[in-house]
């Protein structure tokens, strides 16, 4: 059973728009929710991470924003370049364990 | 410092056979997790090593199994191989193991089953 949903599945955007990618959790013992990059050939890198006692990360062009109520948190892009194109990773786990529970990624395509 | 390794990067076996992968960990990295990367699945945890214990395990069955040594370097093993094996496997690496820790992955092993 997934944990964590995410969508959409692929999302094409253009250069200098604002990519978004959004995923939901039911565990609210979730605390931690990060989020990885992974390019073709490579395995995923950690991008941006979030706790839920803030609402919103920010780190260069990319944000989290999280929603404690609504247990839904989302990656902005800002600016997206095409070397954003990617495979994009949301997850969530608990500070006290060993696993994260991966989203099932989203296949980002930034045109030119 | 180096970052995780995978050997072999590519892998073909058929049914019914079984196959050993290997990682080996960032320096210093005490803790090695094993994922499951399929296009519709995504990533799906399998299980994690800290100090040669396995510490947590996913839903997987029990033809999936794996081992860590003392130098951390870490080991899974498919027996029986299926169809629906084929993945990338996908191994992780951290200092303690713990949710906040920034895994560090490996570039993985495509594995295909015939």
């Known amino acids: 059973q997934q944990q964590v949903k995410q969508s959409p599945q692929s999302l094409i955007v253009q250069k200098g728009g604002i990519s978004i990618i959004n995923c939901a959790y039911e565990?609210?013992?979730?605390?931690?929710f990060p989020w990885y990059q992974q390019f073709p050939g490579k395995g995923p890198a950690l991008l941006i991470a979030?706790?839920?006692?803030?609402s919103e990360k920010k780190e260069g062009r990319f944000t989290i924003s999280f929603n404690k109520s609504a247990k839904q948190f989302s990656l902005h892009i800002m600016d997206s370049q095409p070397g954003d194109s990617a495979t994009y990773f949301c997850?969530?786990?608990?500070?006290?364990?060993?696993?994260?529970?991966f989203g099932k990624g989203t296949s980002l395509l930034v045109t030119p | 410092k180096a970052g995780v390794t995978q050997t072999p990067r590519y892998l073909i076996k058929t049914r019914g056979q079984q196959v050993t992968l290997s990682c080996s960990p960032i320096?210093?990295?005490?803790?090695v997790s094993w994922y499951q990367q399929t296009p519709g699945q995504g990533l799906q945890f399998l299980f994690e090593?800290?100090?040669?214990?396995?510490?947590n395990k996913g839903n997987f069955p029990g033809r999936f199994s794996g081992r860590q040594f003392s130098n951390s370097r870490s080991e899974m093993n498919v027996s029986t191989l299926e169809l629906g094996d084929s993945a990338l496997y996908l191994c992780?690496?951290?200092?303690?193991?713990?949710?906040?820790?920034?895994?560090?992955f490996g570039p993985g092993t495509r594995l295909t089953v015939l």
């Open positions: 992780a690496s951290s200092l303690q193991g713990r949710v906040t820790d920034t895994q560090y």
């Open positions: 565990n609210t013992a979730f605390d931690y």
């Open positions: 979030i706790r839920p006692d803030v």
């Open positions: 997850a969530a786990g608990t500070n006290s364990g060993y696993a994260l529970n």
């Open positions: 320096s210093g990295h005490r803790s």
């Open positions: 090593y800290f100090s040669e214990t396995q510490r």
